[in-house]
């Protein structure tokens, strides 16, 4: 699908790339340095840890002549480009959404939403760290939500 975005994104004159992902341009995510690795680090990919992360962190043998190709693949400006084709996981990138009308064409739910377990302590958390809010905690947010909702909007 990603070739055929690209090609309807040119058939219009625009210019467009397809952005880059570990298991089409890292080596080791291809296996190319054992299955054991291979495993591993698609592991963690599958925890929702970034690809440039894993890259970042763990000493991988497709870095040892410099940037792995997934690494290069990522220098380039955004800006340059009409169009850029991705997954829906690249909408977590600032850089390649900004100032971008963004179309996914399904919704997948564990890409874009955390569930918790205990909203009290997440919610309450992140209303202590943010001004500006009219909402103290989890209470206070559950007991105001409807009679506050324009003040928290705005």
């Known amino acids: 699908m990603y070739d ?14 397809i952005l880059p992902s570990p298991h089409r341009t ?44 997934y690494q290069q693949a990522w220098d380039f400006e955004p800006d340059e480009y009409d169009v850029l084709v991705g997954h829906y996981a690249h909408a977590n990138i600032p850089s390649v959404v900004e100032n971008r009308t963004i179309v996914i064409d399904e919704f997948a739910e564990e890409a874009l939403v955390t569930p918790f377990d205990d909203p009290d302590t997440v919610v309450s958390a992140f209303l202590s760290r943010r001004r500006g809010l009219p909402f103290d905690d989890w209470t206070d947010f559950v007991e105001h939500r409807y009679e506050r909702r324009a003040e928290a909007v705005s």
């Open 26 to 69: 890292c080596p080791t995510f291809d296996g190319d340095h054992g299955d054991d690795l291979r495993n591993r680090v698609r592991h963690l990919y599958r925890q929702k840890v970034a690809g440039s992360a894993i890259h970042e962190v763990m000493d991988l043998p497709c870095t040892d002549d410099g940037a792995c190709p």
């Open 4 to 17: 055929q975005a690209e090609e309807l994104a040119q058939d219009d004159s625009l210019k467009s790339k």
